[in-house]
């Protein structure tokens, strides 16, 4: 409401608050800033639409650089693409250059994206998630808690030392386990290159992630239009200020009257 009333020049009624965000939400475009070199793609759930789980919301992060900040590690961020829905991650990773490197979770068809969008890029799949994902497939196969956990930590251990010889051993000690090994298998391809990745995981956005729940996520059935249009303009706002003052220009042309004094 704070932010609203720079727009009009007057604290808006609540109708008129939800025009403004809904028309300068949807004309956010979000640019990368020159050199384009390493895109972190995330996603979350969010309650929008009619689907009974809501809306995939995804957003891709042009990582600018890692500095220090009041003595703790920072790094500087940009979006260059956001999407919900179904083809949320095409419109993501529509970028206008292309990156050195793409790190992104295993989710379904993101491999397949990426070497269509950026045939040239190293693709690099979270360390993190890869783990996490074997312990829920482990679970789906019937291994019981502890026994999974202690397995996605053994995996955790291999892939922060870099071991490949032992992420194939991991690998192929899972026989019984056959969705969990073909899964394994299929990601070998994008962990563990013979030169680590710059990045390596999706932490370094995984905060944004959750503030996007935090503000999504307050209790009511958002229109999957309304849900984006709010989330272009606030992560406009607070990783791309140039994106954001494009706004400030006028949505429409000026018409004035020139009315003669009598």
């Not at 386990?177 to 030169?195: D, E, I, M």
């Not at 709010?230 to 429409?252: E, F, G, S, T, V």
Request: net charge positive; proline share 7%; charged share 25%.
């Amino acid at each position: 409401c704070r932010l609203s009333r720079e727009w009009p020049g007057d604290p808006p009624s609540p109708k008129t608050l939800h025009a403004h965000v809904q028309e300068r939400g949807e004309a956010v475009e979000f640019t990368e800033a020159p050199p384009l070199e390493v895109v972190l793609a995330d996603g979350t759930r969010v309650p929008a639409g009619e689907g009974p789980r809501g809306e995939d919301l995804t957003v891709a992060f042009q990582i600018q650089d890692r500095h220090t900040e009041a003595g703790r590690p920072a790094v500087r961020k940009r979006v260059v693409g956001m999407g919900i829905g179904y083809g949320s991650w095409q419109e993501a990773l529509a970028t206008a250059g292309e990156p050195a490197l793409v790190v992104s979770d295993a989710e379904t068809g993101v491999r397949e994206l990426v070497a269509d969008y950026f045939p040239r890029a190293r693709h690099q799949l979270c360390e993190w998630h890869v783990p996490y994902t074997v312990a829920h497939t482990l679970g789906l196969e019937g291994m019981a808690v502890e026994a999974r956990k202690a397995l996605a930590g053994k995996l955790s251990g291999v892939l922060a030392r870099q071991d490949q010889a032992g992420l194939t051993t991991f690998t192929e000690a899972l026989d019984s386990y056959p969705k969990t090994q073909g899964f394994l298998r299929s990601v070998q391809p994008y962990v563990l290159y013979t030169a680590a990745s710059r990045e390596r995981t999706t932490s370094v956005v995984e905060r944004q992630m959750r503030e996007i729940n935090r503000r999504t996520d307050v209790g009511v059935r958002s229109s999957v239009a309304g849900i984006a249009n709010l989330m272009r303009l606030r992560l406009a706002k607070r990783h791309n200020p140039d994106d954001y003052q494009r706004l400030w220009k006028p949505l429409r042309p000026c018409v004035s009257t020139v009315v003669p004094q009598a």
